[in-house]
């Protein structure tokens, strides 16, 4: 299956009513269960998804971790807008991480912790001991 990425109606909000700054807010990714449902209309905030959220252990830490670097960028070519970051990894150690079949990016500035959008990687992963995870080529455009 192909990984799907897709935005809460609720980012869309935010960022019309200019409560998000992309470029200056503190953005964060979490793993979810694998009996995690992405729901775009409910799926608004933080408190909302938690509680699918992976568990602290093994190397994984609950409230995710944060993006780094990141950059925005105007694509003329595609009439689009782009917010690329660092890759994120996660070091399975003492036990597996998940598994997992989704990422949340969230927005933890904001009052309401706004959830961005899900990440579906179509199939489930589980992070045996020793071993690594990591999101590569982040990157968000606004169409």
């Known amino acids: 299956m192909a990984v799907t990425k897709t935005f809460s109606n609720h980012f869309k909000y935010m960022l019309a009513d200019k409560q998000i700054d992309l470029s200056a807010d503190t953005i964060k990714v979490i ?4 009996t995690f449902s992405f729901d775009q209309d409910a799926d608004a905030t933080y408190s909302d998804v938690s509680a ?8 994984y830490t609950a409230g995710g971790a944060t993006l780094t670097s990141l950059s925005l ?3 003329d070519t595609d009439d689009r807008a ?4 660092d890759d994120v990894q996660w070091d399975a150690s003492g036990g597996s991480i998940g598994a997992t ?13 706004t ?14 001991d020793g ?3 990591a999101l590569k080529d982040i990157e968000l455009r606004i169409a």
């Open 31 to 34: 793993l979810m269960n694998t």
């Open 52 to 59: 699918d959220e992976l568990s602290t252990g093994n190397g």
């Open 73 to 75: 960028s105007e694509d």
């Open 82 to 85: 782009e917010m690329t970051c």
């Open 101 to 113: 079949g989704a990422a949340i990016i969230y927005d933890d500035t904001t009052a309401d912790d």
């Open 115 to 128: 959830v961005i959008l899900c990440i579906d990687f179509g199939t489930d992963y589980t992070i045996p």
């Open 131 to 133: 071993s690594s995870f």
